[in-house]
């Protein structure tokens, strides 16, 4: 554990390259689905877009939340601090009520007309893959930093916690993000605990009622238990459209539109579909 905090931002970064390069290659051997938009473009706008989403949280928030759960720490402040639980009990229940807190905002995100608006940038890929895991817009994440940040002071998290589940949550995304082919076997066994590309593209459809299911980030008992759970899509894999209907479905967005779309507002090009 001295370990992973010593080299925090290495490891994470060490995670994240390792995990997009492995995924989107192998992406590119089994995929789910036949892209519908050039590699190189959308790579380009979504890792243009995650570089200026860490200089924002950088330069807003120079603790972030590893920051803040050593300060919480040090001063004892949270719920945690002021129980003796055994750490190994208290770093799986964390890891828990995190993944839990990450289904919570996903919910927000949908539900709440204002943060819906930030939300949206991330559903305007029409063409799902590992680097539409970090397609979010600055604002969101802003927002999303502060609802984690709070959530850590309330109950005094770990720092060893706090970066784990960091590691997991990127990792995780990047995995069900992806246009990536499971066997059916072992998709079958993953899904039983944890979101696959299967389970997360679903979210992803132009499909109305299937967008407002499968919110979970990492593990599946919250979307089952909460009645969100979406098994399969309407339509096959290989024929789903992803996207809004608002911003249409054969032209993507360029970086500067994805940035300003939270302030516009954008007439259907073509009716959104609730069913096929």
Request: with cysteine; glycine share 6%.
């Amino acid at each position: 554990m001295d370990f992973l905090i010593e080299n925090e931002q290495a490891i994470r970064v060490s995670v994240f390259l390792s995990l997009l390069l492995i995924l989107g290659g192998a992406e590119l051997i089994a995929p789910l689905a036949k892209r519908q938009m050039g590699r190189p473009s959308q790579w380009l706008t979504n890792l243009s877009i995650v570089l200026l989403d860490n200089l924002t949280l950088k330069y807003l928030f120079p603790l972030l939340a590893v920051g803040v759960a050593e300060l919480s720490s040090k001063s004892g402040i949270g719920l945690f601090n002021a129980l003796s639980l055994n750490f190994w009990f208290e770093f799986g229940l964390t890891l828990l009520l995190l993944d839990f807190l990450m289904y919570c905002q996903h919910v927000l995100m949908h539900k709440v007309p204002i943060l819906w608006r930030l939300h949206r940038m991330h559903h305007t890929e029409i063409s799902l893959d590992v680097s539409s895991a970090v397609r979010f817009h600055p604002i969101e994440i802003i927002f999303s930093m502060l609802f984690k940040m709070g959530f850590i002071l309330m109950l005094g998290i770990s720092v060893e916690a706090v970066i784990v589940f960091e590691i997991l949550l990127n990792g995780l995304a990047l995995f069900n993000h992806s246009n990536l082919k499971i066997p059916h076997s072992f998709e079958n066994i993953l899904r039983k605990v944890i979101v696959t590309p299967e389970i997360h593209w679903i979210h992803h459809s132009e499909v109305v009622r299937e967008t407002k299911g499968n919110f979970g980030f990492n593990l599946i008992f919250w979307d089952k238990a909460f009645s969100t759970y979406i098994d399969k899509p309407t339509l096959n894999y290989d024929v789903m459209q992803q996207g809004l209907s608002e911003f249409g479905f054969t032209t993507p967005l360029s970086l500067k539109e994805l940035i300003i779309s939270p302030f516009k507002n954008y007439p259907p090009t073509a009716p959104a579909k609730e069913t096929p």
